[in-house]
């Protein structure tokens, strides 16, 4: 390898590591706005909270980021963190143009040394441990946002958890359940006559009696849908079938 | 195998050749390791070397085993004051064959590739001049005759400190001509006692050396050492101190550009021996006193203040 090459994967090197270092920086921050959107609700305008704003916002994020940290590449970097590579770096590179059994024998020792050093040597290694350990947290925590309702908005907030209205108050009072015993339900049995009853069934599905209580009798059918015109039990409902559903 | 897997070999291979000329040299030479070093250093690097230390302490010794380690030609002058300089270059001899009569040239014992000058400084400034062509540019002119030296050739000359009675300090033209500058020091107890051991149970001590090195494989190092690769930065570094030699008060005058370049040639080689294949800065630091401390003078109030060369170059290593 020709020292020019090596000179130029150090370079690369550099910039690999740089860049490993931006995309991190632009995953956690990424992580972190996706995060805070959903949790803090933060007050931003409609179309910042698409999250493909937000990536592109981070893609953004992760140039300027990559540039900066680029911007100030020199051998001796590698000279600082490889004492090993001391004098022969720039040895080597004040001899590019030599073509000698010495200077190739440089080059090969540089090569050698460069395969152990490499990108290795200049990577902050508590840092980039830091931060993967830092976006495996955000990324959980973005896991677990998952499983709660993302369809939540501030509108169903306030309709679970706000007072109840002064209508809805009333009717709750006036609802008042009473426990009657089979025989009010159903009547003496002493003056049942089997003879004069005439039973029919069907064993086809009623289509309101399926969505409501497929097993009920006609008479709990009755009570339901008297339930039912209440507004209350409407949302009762609805939360029920959501749980349900879940 | 591939090209780049060759490349390294190769190195490898270098290295482990001068790992192997240090350990021959230490079948004779005990301790000394830096002196070792920074002579393979200048050897090398293909310069010249000047040592200096009090006798015995075994500079002879020391080029002696190097050539024989690393397959040179050796040859030894002892510098006196009644030395010619035509007795280190050689000279035109009437030579009668039969009917003919001619000149002709008999080399010199400078006609060999590991030239030891034993007490330079015992020698006449024009004695010690007739080496300064040989030194530089590996050739010595007889008459009105050039004759080429063989390659590699280097001159390892030695002083006795200037103090020492009946010594000549060599020009500073000649000094600067010499790569490095090495004081040997005095052993230390455990390495005298080593050395006396060695030295004292044989009726002639004669190690059992091995030629590491050929003649092509030492060229092909010192190739080797010119190509290492060294960085702006270090090389600037090193230009810099010596140009800082130039500009400190306590010192009369500063290192030439020669220094300049020795200093980074040295710094190659070091790192060679280090088997590293790029010039480091310790590289430049290790060498800059051997490199230097020849090439300036103290001043007259510097050496009044009792300072010597090697603090004043100490203070230019930052």
Same mark, same amino acid.
Do not use: C
């Given at each position: 390898?020709?020292?020019?090459?090596?000179? +130029?994967?150090?370079?690369?090197?550099?910039?690999?590591?740089?860049?490993?270092?931006?995309?991190?920086?632009?995953?956690?921050?990424?992580l972190?706005?996706?995060?805070?959107?959903?949790?803090?609700?933060?007050?931003?305008?409609?179309?910042?909270?698409?999250?493909?704003?937000?990536?592109?916002?981070?893609?953004?994020?992760?140039?300027?980021?990559?540039?900066?940290?680029?911007?100030?590449?020199?051998?001796?970097?590698?000279?600082?963190?490889?004492?090993?590579?001391?004098?022969?770096?720039?040895?080597a590179?004040?001899?590019?143009? +030599?073509?000698?059994?010495?200077?190739?024998?440089?080059?090969?020792?540089?090569?050698?040394?460069?395969?152990?050093?490499?990108?290795?040597?200049?990577?902050?290694?508590?840092?980039?441990?830091? +931060?993967?350990?830092?976006?495996?947290?955000?990324?959980?925590?973005?896991?677990?946002?998952?499983?709660?309702?993302?369809?939540?908005?501030?509108?169903?907030?306030?309709?679970?958890?706000?007072?109840?209205?002064?209508?809805?108050?009333?009717?709750?009072?006036?609802?008042?359940y009473?426990?009657?015993?089979?025989?009010?339900?159903?009547?003496?049995?002493?003056?049942?006559?089997?003879?004069?009853?005439?039973?029919?069934?069907?064993?086809?599905?009623?289509?309101?009696?399926?969505?409501?209580?497929?097993?009920?009798?006609?008479?709990?059918?009755?009570?339901?849908?008297?339930f039912?015109?209440?507004?209350?039990?409407?949302?009762?409902?609805?939360?029920?079938?959501?749980?349900?559903?879940? | 195998?591939?090209?780049?897997?060759?490349?390294?070999?190769?190195?490898?291979?270098a290295?482990?050749?001068?790992?192997?000329?240090?350990?021959?040299?230490?079948?004779?030479?005990?301790?000394?390791?830096?002196?070792?070093?920074?002579?393979?250093?200048?050897?090398?690097?293909?310069?010249?070397?000047?040592?200096?230390?009090?006798?015995?302490?075994?500079?002879?010794?020391?080029?002696?085993?190097?050539s024989?380690?690393?397959?040179?030609?050796?040859?030894?002058?002892?510098n006196? %004051?009644?030395?010619?300089?035509?007795?280190?270059?050689?000279?035109?001899?009437?030579?009668?064959?039969?009917?003919?009569?001619?000149?002709?040239?008999?080399?010199?014992?400078?006609?060999?590739?590991?030239?030891?000058?034993?007490?330079?400084?015992?020698?006449? %400034?024009?004695?010690?001049?007739?080496?300064?062509?040989?030194?530089?540019?590996?050739?010595?002119?007889?008459?009105?005759?050039?004759?080429?030296?063989?390659?590699?050739?280097?001159?390892i000359?030695?002083?006795? %400190?200037?103090?020492?009675?009946?010594?000549?300090?060599?020009?500073?033209?000649?000094?600067?001509?010499?790569?490095?500058?090495?004081?040997?020091?005095? %052993?230390?107890?455990?390495?005298?006692?080593?050395?006396?051991?060695?030295?004292?149970?044989?009726?002639?001590?004669?190690?059992?050396?091995?030629?590491?090195?050929?003649?092509?494989?030492?060229?092909?190092?010192?190739?080797?050492?010119?190509?290492?690769?060294v960085?702006?930065?270090?090389?600037?570094?090193?230009?810099?101190?010596?140009?800082?030699?130039?500009?400190?008060?306590e010192?009369?005058?500063?290192?030439?550009p020669?220094?300049?370049?020795?200093?980074?040639?040295?710094?190659?080689?070091?790192?060679?021996?280090?088997?590293?294949?790029?010039?480091?800065?310790?590289?430049?630091?290790?060498?800059?006193?051997?490199?230097?401390?020849h090439?300036?003078?103290?001043?007259?109030?510097?050496?009044k203040?009792?300072?010597?060369?090697?603090?004043?170059?100490?203070?230019?290593?930052?």
């Amino acid at each position: 390898m020709r020292i020019e090459q090596l000179i +130029k994967t150090l370079k690369r090197e550099f910039y690999k590591v740089n860049f490993l270092q931006s995309t991190l920086d632009s995953v956690i921050l990424f992580l972190i706005l996706n995060t805070l959107q959903i949790f803090v609700q933060l007050p931003l305008p409609t179309a910042l909270a698409d999250y493909k704003v937000i990536a592109a916002f981070s893609g953004i994020f992760l140039l300027l980021n990559f540039f900066y940290r680029s911007r100030n590449y020199n051998i001796e970097i590698y000279e600082n963190e490889n004492p090993e590579l001391n004098e022969l770096l720039r040895t080597a590179k004040d001899n590019v143009d +030599k073509n000698n059994t010495a200077s190739r024998a440089l080059f090969n020792e540089i090569k050698e040394i460069s395969r152990n050093v490499s990108s290795e040597s200049i990577i902050p290694n508590n840092q980039i441990l830091g +931060k993967t350990l830092l976006i495996g947290v955000l990324s959980i925590g973005v896991v677990m946002t998952g499983t709660i309702d993302t369809e939540l908005n501030s509108e169903t907030l306030e309709t679970l958890w706000d007072e109840p209205d002064e209508e809805t108050t009333e009717n709750t009072s006036e609802f008042d359940y009473e426990l009657l015993d089979g025989e009010e339900i159903l009547g003496d049995h002493n003056e049942l006559n089997p003879e004069d009853m005439d039973i029919n069934y069907d064993t086809s599905p009623q289509e309101d009696t399926a969505q409501t209580a497929p097993f009920a009798s006609q008479q709990e059918v009755d009570s339901l849908q008297q339930f039912e015109e209440d507004p209350s039990f409407e949302l009762s409902k609805e939360y029920l079938q959501r749980i349900r559903e879940d | 195998m591939n090209i780049k897997g060759r490349d390294s070999d190769k190195y490898k291979k270098a290295n482990k050749k001068i790992a192997e000329i240090k350990e021959e040299i230490s079948k004779v030479i005990v301790g000394q390791e830096k002196i070792v070093e920074q002579t393979l250093i200048a050897i090398l690097s293909d310069g010249n070397l000047l040592l200096e230390s009090n006798p015995g302490l075994g500079k002879t010794k020391l080029t002696e085993t190097i050539s024989k380690v690393i397959g040179l030609e050796f040859s030894r002058i002892q510098n006196t %004051p009644d030395l010619m300089p035509s007795d280190i270059t050689g000279t035109h001899i009437i030579n009668e064959s039969g009917d003919k009569t001619e000149f002709e040239f008999q080399e010199g014992p400078i006609f060999a590739n590991m030239v030891l000058a034993d007490e330079i400084n015992r020698a006449t %400034p024009k004695t010690q001049s007739a080496l300064l062509e040989a030194m530089q540019e590996k050739q010595v002119t007889v008459g009105n005759r050039t004759y080429s030296l063989d390659n590699p050739f280097f001159l390892i000359a030695t002083q006795n %400190p200037l103090e020492h009675e009946g010594t000549y300090p060599l020009p500073e033209a000649q000094r600067d001509r010499f790569m490095m500058k090495l004081e040997l020091d005095y %052993p230390e107890e455990q390495e005298e006692q080593e050395i006396v051991e060695r030295f004292t149970t044989e009726l002639e001590f004669a190690a059992d050396l091995k030629q590491v090195v050929s003649k092509p494989s030492l060229i092909k190092l010192q190739e080797f050492t010119r190509q290492m690769p060294v960085a702006n930065d270090i090389r600037n570094y090193a230009v810099s101190i010596v140009k800082e030699t130039r500009s400190i008060e306590e010192l009369k005058y500063g290192a030439s550009p020669r220094a300049s370049i020795n200093l980074v040639i040295a710094g190659k080689a070091r790192a060679l021996m280090e088997g590293r294949n790029h010039v480091s800065k310790n590289d430049i630091d290790e060498m800059v006193k051997p490199i230097l401390r020849h090439r300036i003078a103290l001043s007259f109030e510097a050496e009044k203040k009792g300072k010597n060369k090697d603090e004043i170059i100490e203070g230019l290593i930052h």
